[in-house]
RNA sequence: AGCCGAUUAGCUCAACUUGGCAGAGCGUCUGUUUUACACGCAGAAAGUUAAAGGUUCAAAUCCUUUAUCGGCUACCA
């Protein structure tokens, strides 16, 4: 068989994926067990004209490890894929677009024209994110791809909306909200990042009162806003002022008259202890005029420049222009006290990073009370849904319930879903599930929909059941009695509150499920400077770039191999590693093929006889070990771990020390000495038997290695003898030939072979022993060497039953085993566990200088540790107190140490 | 301001849930072209686990304090 000298990624990535889909691999359908348990994960809809990043790369990894793992143990298995329409920022994207090659705003081609040419655009870079994601491997199921505004979504949305407004869930009403100037629509209090600037000014206005020459001076880093001041409000307990309270001030720049109230609100200690109100536009003082029952003056358009209510001097300034024209004319007033540096942060818009205004608006909100509840009660009760990470997300995720505010859903866009309420003339509001049903409840034909669509989280809230088909009159379907509650959900921290908990509110209240029983959270890739990859900083890393280079599989690798829910860095050189790794897969597998002729695949060869070698043993006993680790540490989601376990099986154990063993009885051809090259000779029962052997212990760890690594696996697995769907799973049996439908090796435990896995361990330390003899002795690789081994009985058996091995490994020409060491002075030599020793006669070669300090330098080592145990087991403490297993082990250590120690003295007395 | 996380070899990270010999990869040094792989093989060096205190027979691990970095939430006249 021509195979390949190194692993070249690109033509199975591009082969099998396509195969997988076409042969609906990925589809539950494909499970022909009809009481086979389902198991399901939703993907988090990335935005449809998004591109992949490597967030995306890392948590789609886990699920398709997930998914992988669970379909090959038989479980009908469906990952649901999908995209969302992303409200602002598609809309934005065509806007931009709209307006570099156009010229063009969206008012210009109206409501109609510009949503169709978002659809437009969406149907020309939709396919992107959906490409990437093949690209990635994911075995996702595309027969039940959805898009949140497909129509039975959209029918779902609507539903929601009318049967949450007819229950009083959903409610319209006038409330400070924040309001992008820019993108000129509201944001919920999620949509809001914080920025922070140390540039910010805090201005001391007077404020003269009526009838008195005092002043009242308030402090403000918005002195424009003073426009719409409907008050000063001082604490009720602060002397300075008592006796204003009830006075009135003469608003400079207005003409008009506002009270000074007292409220517990104002904190005295803080500036002046005065604060000016403006009910329009800030929270705090919107709550504080309802109290007191004051105007609520808004002095903004929604572009942030100042209307007619805020004086005609001020009308259509921009608010940072007005700003400070009001410091002006206040200084020519002779009002203006003082300016200070003050530190500041302001709401920013999450997208467009404009500073957002907080103003008095009218908009529709759900009403968090009872939907808060459902959520909290389900942790409370059922720890549900169980985060991993445990700590510290549950309590992050409580902490906010606890602290819910009413969820601003109204969004003036006119991408997403458009809320199903209508207007008469009169203003009176129908919120209906159609048109034709408004109009009936209205018994008016003149009616207007409202503007505004909703916040795309209110679709993605019901992405859990609405993409199994519920839409409110179809409420029950086979998918969603099967997959739903979904087994996990996995998706970044950042978006616990604005999607998880929303998806376990709606859930609860329409299907009364849980969207998911587990929720992984996973930590974020940074840079490799520890900064959080991102457009603005150019930093990012892109998958594709690295997909490219080093293969999906080595990608998917490191990825899945970093610390679970932990932040990292990326590295390239970490995927260089793995792609080192798959090469060393893929070598390991070219040598048992190109070695195998004879033999194939086949599993009863690993149910071992009285034949079978220690080396066999220990091997198979090491996959079955690991193959139970894995299935532990996958079913605890610790990737990590479980990466860690295969790779060093499949390195260390296999490739370094099991290949190398059995290498001389594989082979076709052996070195003659007399010719002086590689001579071919016969095959025999015995090196079928040994050929069958490997290629059936690879093909076990390369079913292991699937789920992370599913194109090398895929390829590879195909090439070897005897693979066909008759190893499926058999769930799968009528299913066409690959890996991924075979069935996840489980482990058994019966095949641990504890004494198999000590010999080996002592074979392996002989064999040690004599390269760093080799190494530090500076011999030559081509020196044959002559071993000398003393040891017990029962260790004499095994390293002579492996005497061929060692020989070979360790490039010796013989082993003398014998019950006392018995060699020349110009030995060098070694103690070894079960206190056996070794010594290699270099007469000639030896350096007795060096040898005397490579001995040493053993006992020093010996007396560290044995100091460290005899002080350990002299504590009476310790002996009393520590489990008795734990003492006995020490014991044992200790006694182990001292008779190397004793052994490695004498030679060293006997060197002088 | 409050809450949370991190700090371990030169670098990037494991091990902490459940206290019991602190490991890996990269890098470094030495040797090696041995018939799967130099993207390889063999060997080696490298640690006061941020600091201080406490609990314990025993602490990287549990507790307290401090420092530095990061994240989240809130307020900000």
Redesign the pocket.
């Known amino acids: 068989m021509e195979i390949e ?3 070249n990624p690109k033509e199975a990535e591009e082969t099998h994926y396509e195969r997988w889909e076409k042969n609906g691999c990925f589809a539950p359908e494909i499970n022909e067990n009809p009481d086979a348990v389902p198991f399901s994960i939703v993907i988090p809809p990335p935005n449809v004209t998004g591109s992949l990043h490597m967030g995306h790369a890392l948590q789609h990894t886990i699920m398709d490890v997930l998914a992988r793992w669970k379909r090959m143990q038989g479980f009908k298995t469906l990952w649901l894929p999908g995209t969302d329409h992303a409200g602002i920022s598609t809309q934005l994207q065509v806007t931009k677009k709209l307006l570099k090659e156009e010229k063009k705003t969206r008012w210009d081609l109206g409501r109609e024209e510009f949503t169709n040419r978002v659809w437009d655009w969406k149907k020309q870079y939709g396919g992107e994110i959906t490409r990437q994601i093949r690209r990635e491997g994911a075995s996702v199921d595309w027969s039940r791809e959805r898009f949140t505004m497909d129509k039975s979504l959209s029918k779902a949305v609507r539903e929601v909306f009318c049967t949450l407004y007819e229950q009083g869930w959903i409610y319209r009403g006038k409330r400070i909200v924040n309001w992008c100037p820019k993108d000129k629509t509201v944001l919920s ?2 949509e ?1 990042k ?1 920025e922070t600037r140390k540039d910010g000014k ?1 201005v001391y206005l007077q404020y003269p009162i009526r009838n008195s020459t005092r002043k009242l001076t ?5 002195p424009e806003t003073m426009l719409g001041d409907s008050a000063v409000a001082v604490n009720p307990k602060d002397e300075r002022y008592a006796d204003l309270i009830g006075e009135m001030i003469v608003l400079p720049l207005t003409n008009r008259e506002i009270p000074i109230v007292a409220d517990e ?4 200690e ?7 109100i403006t009910p329009a536009h ?3 003082d919107y709550e504080l005029g309802l109290r007191h029952n004051l105007p609520q003056i808004v002095v903004m358009n929604d572009d942030a420049t100042m209307n007619l209510a805020a004086g005609s001097e001020f009308n259509g300034l921009d608010r940072y222009v007005a700003r400070e024209k009001v410091i002006e004319k206040f200084d020519e007033l002779g009002l203006l006290e003082k300016i200070d540096e ?1 530190e ?4 920013c818009c999450e997208r467009c990073k404009t500073v957002l205004e907080p103003i008095l608006s009218e908009q529709w909100f759900v009403k968090m009370d009872e939907m808060r509840d459902f959520a909290l009660d389900l942790m409370k009760a059922e720890n549900s849904p169980r985060f991993s990470p445990e ?2 997300h549950t ?2 995720y409580t ?2 319930l606890e ?1 819910l505010k009413d969820w601003t859903i109204s969004r003036q866009l006119w991408w997403g879903h458009q809320i199903p309420a209508w207007y008469d003339d009169l203003g009176n509001v129908f919120v209906a599930r159609t048109f034709e049903e408004a109009k009936a409840n209205a018994q008016n034909i003149n009616l207007t929909q409202d503007e505004d669509v909703l916040d795309t989280w209110f679709s993605s809230g019901l992405w859990a059941f609405s993409t199994f088909g519920w839409n409110g009159e179809v409420i029950e379907t086979d998918d969603l009695n099967d997959f739903c509650p979904t087994d996990v959900l996995v998706t970044g ?2 978006i616990i ?1 604005l999607w998880v908990s929303r998806m376990v509110m709606m859930t609860k209240k329409f299907v009364d499920k849980k969207p998911f029983k587990d929720v992984i959270i996973t930590g974020t890739v ?1 840079d ?1 400077n ?1 900064q ?1 990859m991102s457009k603005t900083k150019g930093n990012g890393v892109d998958p594709l770039d690295v997909f490219e280079k080093y293969g999906v599989d080595a990608t998917r690798l490191t990825l899945a191999g ?2 679970t829910g ?4 990326w ?1 390239d ?2 995927v ?2 793995n ?2 790794f ?3 897969i893929w ?2 597998t ?2 048992c093929l ?1 070695n195998s002729e004879g033999a194939k695949v086949d599993h009863s060869s690993l149910l071992l006889d009285d034949s079978a070698s220690i080396a066999d043993k220990w091997i198979i006993s090491r996959l079955n070990k690991t193959a139970i680790n894995v299935n532990k540490e996958l079913g605890k989601y ?1 990737f ?2 479980a990466v ?1 376990l295969l ?2 099986f499949f ?1 260390d154990d296999f ?2 020390w099991y ?2 063993l059995v ?1 001389d009885e594989m ?1 076709s ?3 003659s000495d007399e010719t002086g090259q ?1 001579e071919p000779v016969a095959i025999s029962e015995q090196q079928i038997k040994a050929r069958t052997r490997i290629l059936t212990i690879l093909e076990i760890a390369l079913r292991m290695l699937h789920p992370f690594m599913p194109f090398l696996t895929e390829e590879l697995w195909l090439k070897l003898p005897n693979t066909s769907s008759k190893l499926h799973h058999e769930a799968y049996k009528n299913a066409s030939q690959t890996i991924m439908l075979t069935s996840f090796p489980l482990g058994d435990l019966s095949a641990i072979d504890e004494k198999a896995e000590a010999e080996m361990q002592a074979v392996i330390e002989l064999i ?1 022993k004599v ?2 003899i ?3 002795m ?1 011999i ?3 020196e044959r060497l002559s071993l000398h081994v003393s040891a017990d009985g029962d260790l004499q058996k095994v390293f002579a039953d492996n005497e061929a091995r060692i020989l070979k490994i360790a490039r010796a020409s013989n082993l003398n085993l014998s019950e006392t060491l018995n060699a020349p002075k110009a030995s060098a030599k070694a103690a070894l566990s079960r206190g056996a020793e070794l010594a290699i006669p270099l007469e000639g070669l030896i350096d007795f200088d060096k040898e005397r300090t490579r001995l040493e ?1 053993q006992v020093a080592k010996l007396e560290v ?1 044995g100091s460290r145990l005899s002080g ?1 087991l002299s ?1 009476e ?2 002996v ?4 008795p297993e ?1 003492v006995v ?1 020490l014991r044992e ?1 200790l006694i182990e140490i001292e008779t190397q120690t004793n052994a490695l003295n004498l030679n060293l007395e006997a060197l002088n």
């Not at 009393?880 to 489990?883: N, T, V």
């Open positions: 000298k190194s692993y209090d999620l809001v914080e805090l308030v402090a403000t880093t918005r609100y104002v904190d005295a803080f500036g002046t202890g005065a604060v000016k800030d929270p705090n003050y500041i942060s302001l709401p700590v510290p309590k992050v902490n906010w602290n921290r950042d509150f940074l490799k520890g959080r970093s610390s932990a932040d990292f860095r590295r050189e970490n260089e590693q792609r080192n798959a090469n060393k070598n390991a070219r040598f190109l610790q990590h771990t860690n790779y060093h390195w490739c370094d290949i190398e290498k082979s051809s052996v070195w590689m040690s390269r760093n080799r190494a530090e500076s030559k690789p081509s330098n540790e350990q504590n403490g310790f009393a107190k520590a489990p734990k082990e250590r």
